[in-house]
């Protein structure tokens, strides 16, 4: 991780590990170092423990370093994004409009293409391809669809109630047990400053 501002030695207030002897004097040595760590005992974790909070300080100081000037930036890139968006509001109407003026024509287009066959197949569900070919627009059909009775639905349309089971696991952990459903345990590291 390449970091703008390069910590001198004199900011790098990291305690060495003494079991492992390290030193950080850059940020781009963070890395290195915890790739080299090797926790065997309760002491390592320990020591450890201590290495991550002196990283978690380190990062907030970081943090304090580019506050100010993000801050500044994004003030700037906010008072330009909200330009940008006023000048472009007018157009973005305009082509609103137009999209919506020839997907209607379009799709009345291949409605009444559909009334005029005479005889419907199972090879003849598609729309005929009957538009002209336009230089700037594209129609992609696209479906929606809107349950109108959820009682009917097959099965395997059904979709589980994801927030129940997420409460039912949360309150029992491992030993929820839920047909369908394997419950492991992935544990969350929290670090306190």
Known sequence: MKVPCKLGPEKAPLVPLDHEQ?????????????QRIQIKNDNDQVRTDALLG???ADKKMVEERFKEPVGRAHKTHKALTEERKETLKNYEIAE???????KEFNMEKDRKALEELSEVTITSLAPPELRSKLKHTTFIPKYKFEVTDPD??????????????ARKVNAMGEMAKIPGVSVYRDDIVRVNT
């Open 22 to 34: 390290f030193v950080v004097g850059h940020p781009e040595q963070i890395q290195d170092l915890v």
């Open 152 to 165: 009917k639905l097959p099965p395997e349309l059904l979709t589980p109630d994801l927030e129940a089971i």
């Open 54 to 56: 002196n990283l978690m």
């Open 96 to 102: 609103s409009l137009i999209k919506g003026k020839m």
